[in-house]
T-cell receptor
């Protein structure tokens, strides 16, 4: 597609429920990143995919968070048993890797509200 | 490890005045540096980046930034502010965490207000 697409744009869920957030990166971009943006913490790295593998999961805050990527394209971030502190905007970014350059293109984000 | 410090969470300037947003970084390896802009309810848009070469880099919308290694700084400037520049600006550094990801580490952001 023309840009990084994320869905849904907004999600309200009850505490304890599971949620899935979707990211459709720019066609041909092999690298995909998830970030979380919250008022108290700013922008935090969550996970990095190169193709379908995730060599860097160091930013996932707990084992309730997981992500997968299939076909080297679409990625899903899953949060299980959501808590109120999970409320944030979840941003996805993709890039073509050219050596060390990492110009990432961001989606509009999914605003998650846990009530 | 790398980190980014943005001085001033809020900056207000008059329309037509100079915009200066400050960013200092720390990195154990030569950094790649970025400025992103975020308009309300939107994603991040790349303004400009420094990788190697010329230390003064020009970006979109009339913004530029200068990489100063001795000061570990990458301040963002624009000679004359427009109302449309009101947004939040993020400085970021890219360096390998050890897993080959080169993910971006962001500053806390500076919200720019432009006063008519």
């Amino acid at each position: 597609g023309a840009g990084v697409s994320q869905s849904p744009s907004n999600k309200v869920t009850e505490k304890g429920k599971d949620v899935e957030l979707r990211c459709d990166p720019i066609s041909g971009h092999t690298a995909l990143y998830w970030y979380r943006q919250s008022l108290g913490q700013g922008l935090e790295f969550l996970i990095y995919f190169q193709g379908n593998s995730a060599p860097d999961k160091s930013g996932l805050p707990s084992d309730r968070f997981s992500a997968e990527r299939t076909g080297g394209s679409v990625s899903t971030l899953t949060i299980q048993r959501t808590q109120q502190e999970d409320s944030a905007v979840y941003l996805c970014a993709s890039s073509t890797r050219q050596g060390r350059i990492a110009e990432a293109f961001f989606g509009q984000g999914t605003r998650l509200t846990v009530v | 490890a790398q980190s980014v410090t943005q001085l001033g969470s809020h900056v207000s300037v008059s329309e037509g005045a100079l915009v200066l947003l400050r960013c200092n970084y720390s990195s154990s390896v030569p950094p790649y540096l970025f400025w992103y802009v975020q308009y309300p309810n939107q994603g991040l848009q790349l303004l400009l980046k420094y990788t190697t070469g010329a230390t003064l880099v020009k970006g979109i919308n009339g913004f530029e930034a200068e990489f100063k290694k001795s000061e570990t700084s990458f301040h963002l400037t624009k000679p004359s502010a427009h109302m449309s520049d009101a947004a939040e600006y993020f400085c970021a550094v890219s360096a390998d965490s050890g897993a080959g990801s080169y993910q971006l580490t962001f500053g806390k952001g500076t919200k720019l207000s432009v006063i008519p």
